[in-house]
């Protein structure tokens, strides 16, 4: 995956590292590794965080190769390619701490709530774009303790809840508060239960967890069936672990 090889140059790559190596060992056919890959047993590979994490959560589409882009590709006719959805909450410093492959149409919102349940340990904050501005979201951040930034978003089919749950009061005064000033000026306007600055602007970490993904393992998914596809995730989300643990920079705020 990350040196974006087919499983036949694979094979040949370790066979040549082997030799090199003088191991007398066989490297697995193509084959193998492609049934191989439907029913290994992988986890995400967690690094210790210290406690209070800021999860940021987000979502991108990745492309599949479907039997009809592959007809398209044999007899040159028209063939449509299939999307998946990777759904990533990534903490203050960019790891990867949960992670959801899921269909195209599924809600992002839905997905979040799966999210939160895979995050261990304390959660301190949670911050998302306006497509999970849900009540939802809210409760189960509430549950755990922490603080929701996420743009509120003011549709004239919600309208705001008569229960007193802490929860939905919260949610209800940040979509009002989307009412007076531009959204643009919410980012960075004192409004309560929010700290003086919202703290919007990290989001980025997550959009750039994105672009690492795209860049370094590429924007389409490689296996065809699902169980593949799910190791594959799996796979490309520790890669990218590893490389922010061992390479990431160590930054110090200094004074002016």
């Known amino acids: 995956m990350l040196f974006h090889l087919p499983l036949r140059q694979t ?3 370790l066979r040549s590292i082997f030799g090199m190596l003088c191991l007398d060992l066989s490297a697995p ?3 193998t590794l492609s049934r191989r890959a439907q029913g290994l047993n992988l986890t995400l590979r967690r690094v210790p965080a210290a406690p209070g994490i800021h ?3 987000d979502s991108t589409g990745l492309s599949k190769v479907g039997e009809g882009e592959w007809a398209a590709v044999k007899h040159g006719s028209r063939g449509t ?3 998946q959805k990777l759904h990533l909450g990534v903490d203050g410093s960019g790891l990867i701490v949960a992670h959801a492959l899921t269909g195209g149409h599924v809600d992002d919102a839905t997905t979040a709530l799966e999210l939160i349940d ?14 999970y501005d849900t009540r939802g979201i809210y409760e189960a951040a509430g549950a755990r303790g922490a603080t929701v930034v996420i743009p509120p978003t003011w549709r004239t089919t919600r309208r705001p809840t008569s229960t007193r749950s802490r929860t939905a009061s919260t949610h209800d005064r940040a979509r009002r508060s989307a009412m007076s000033p531009p959204l643009i000026h919410w980012r960075l306007l004192l ?3 929010l700290e003086p600055t919202s703290g ?22 490689r296996a065809r069936s699902r169980a593949a596809q799910e190791t594959e995730a799996i ?7 590893q490389m922010t643990q061992f390479g990431g920079p160590a930054s110090y705020a200094i004074g002016r």
């Not at 895979?118 to 497509?131: C, F, K, N, P």
Request: proline share 2%; aromatic share 10%.
């Open 200 to 221: 919007y602007h990290q989001q980025a970490r997550v959009e750039n967890a994105f672009f690492r993904y795209k860049s370094i393992i590429g924007e389409s998914l």
């Open 118 to 131: 895979m995050v261990e340990g304390e959660v301190s904050r949670l911050t998302a774009d306006a497509a």
């Open 55 to 57: 999860l940021l959560v």
């Open 81 to 83: 390619r299939g999307w």
């Open 29 to 31: 056919d193509h084959t």
């Open 11 to 13: 094979e040949g790559f």
């Open 235 to 241: 796979l490309a989300c520790n890669i990218l672990n």
């Open 191 to 193: 409004h309560r239960p």
